[in-house]
């Protein structure tokens, strides 16, 4: 396998790559040529097919291609220039190429949020917890493939439940060090305050907002599954689902980055810096894997708004 970010000008290579979007258009000549987005799960470049016959065979979006190509530099960005193109067929590529992915154990991510379930005192907190991430196997395993984001942070396959575990531990590391903190309802929140995203973002490939992502968004959504779900167990007291929920509405912590109210108890500040905190040294971490050896500082990232720079010295 050939990753994107390995390559380099005047390669000629045959390699495989997904496509994640295919367009015909026209040259100022007016001649028809072929523009591609390819991608692997190190990133994206642009194909050309400037000759548009039988050696460009049938293929759609979201189909992993096999391309003969080569590396061109146009503008100062690489740019493929292809000369053939089939459809891969099953057994010539990994999936996981195609697809970011988190380098964590999935299986020990979720072990990790279950033990925090089954260390619930509060019996509807655990009740409520164990019947959302436990017992449904839908939201379950979604919540296991899921990215937390589509760019911004933890934009990979697992990252929602990464960073949901981060921010639980963080909160876990913080609730006996301030007064007042109800230790089960922080975690719960913590568990909770991105799960709408199961549903606001769509699976890999494509990893964009859906429909009612865009609509409505995964704090509305995450609200409405903590109101359906209280409802089945009996006795769940409507003061702790108001709280669960406000913790929720307000983990942005204010309402020009979306939330529609401020947190007003302790632990929905807990869980609005813990959210906060996390999103913010991932966005660092991963420009700091793009930096060249030869130089420790990275150009001005968004949503940062600032110039960063490795540690080293």
Request: glycine share 4%; proline share 3%; aromatic share 8%.
């Amino acid at each position: 396998m050939r990753y994107i970010s390995d390559l380099h000008e005047g390669e000629q290579l045959i390699v495989h790559y997904l496509c994640k979007k295919k367009e015909i258009m026209k040259s100022k000549s007016g001649k028809n040529y072929m523009s591609l987005v390819l991608a692997d799960k190190t990133g994206e470049i642009v194909g050309r097919v400037w000759t548009l016959n039988n050696d460009i065979q049938a293929f759609e979006a979201g189909d992993v291609i096999k391309i003969d190509t080569r590396v061109n530099n146009f503008n100062d960005e690489l740019q493929l220039n292809i000369a053939k193109i089939r459809k891969s067929m099953q057994g010539e590529f990994l999936e996981a190429d195609y697809i970011p992915t988190t380098e964590r154990d999935i299986d020990e991510i979720y072990k990790a949020t279950t033990a925090f379930i089954d260390s619930f005192q509060n019996k509807y907190l655990q009740q409520l917890m164990s019947n959302i991430f436990v017992h449904n196997e839908d939201i379950r395993d979604t919540f296991l493939r899921r990215s937390a984001a589509k760019s911004n942070h933890h934009a990979y396959m697992g990252g929602l439940c990464e960073h949901t575990l981060n921010v639980a531990q963080i909160c876990e590391f913080l609730a006996p060090r301030y007064k007042f903190v109800n230790r089960d309802l922080l975690i719960s929140a913590a568990l909770l305050h991105d799960l709408g995203k199961i549903y606001e973002l769509s699976d890999f490939p494509d990893n964009d907002y859906t429909d009612s992502g865009k609509l409505i968004g995964h704090i509305v959504m995450c609200c409405d599954l903590i109101s359906t779900e209280a409802a089945k167990i009996e006795g769940f007291p409507e003061k702790l689902k108001h709280l669960l929920t406000h913790c929720v509405i307000s983990h942005h912590g204010k309402q020009e980055y979306g939330s529609p109210v401020l947190p007003k108890i302790i632990e929905a500040l807990i869980l609005s810096y813990a959210d906060d905190m996390d999103a913010k040294i991932k966005m660092f971490e991963t420009a700091l894997e793009k930096v060249p050896q030869n130089t420790d500082w990275v150009d001005r990232k968004y949503p940062m708004d600032r110039d960063l720079r490795k540690s080293s010295f």
